[in-house]
Nanobody
Framework: QAQLVESGGGLVQLGGPLRLSCAAS????????MGWLLQAPGKQRELVAAILSGTTRNYADSVKGRFTISRDNAKNTLYLRMNSLKPEDTAVYYC?????????????WGQGTQVTVSP
């Protein structure tokens, strides 16, 4: 069973940086696209950034130029570097692994890590 374990969340001041990490188990890194999603209180989970095969990266418009997603395949770890943080970035951030196979998606999720940006 694949496992994803996030770390690196916390309280940060307006404009500050933070780096999230997601350690993956098993062979998930070799076969899955990886991404970060956030969920603010009372809202649906939404995509922040994703890294697909090779170096293809996608970002939500709200984080372009501020956040960088990367992966270290040797360490089976996904990262999200967040700069110039804003109060509206406050949310629980989830690591996701997704694979499309035979007409359906398989998803694995981490437990989430809280990011709070103080004004």
């Amino acid at each position: 069973q694949a496992q994803l374990v996030e770390s690196g969340g916390g309280l940060v001041q307006l404009g500050g940086p933070l780096r999230l990490s997601c350690a993956a188990s098993g062979s998930i890194f070799s076969n899955y696209g990886m991404g970060w999603l956030l969920q603010a209180p009372g809202k649906q989970r939404e995509l922040v950034a994703a890294i697909l095969s090779g170096t293809t990266r996608n970002y939500a418009d709200s984080v372009k130029g501020r956040f960088t997603i990367s992966r270290d395949n040797a360490k089976n770890t996904l990262y999200l570097r967040m700069n110039s943080l804003k109060p509206e970035d406050t949310a629980v951030y989830y690591c996701n692994a997704r694979r499309y196979y035979s007409g359906s998606y398989t998803d694995f999720w981490g437990q989430g890590t809280q990011v709070t940006v103080s004004p």
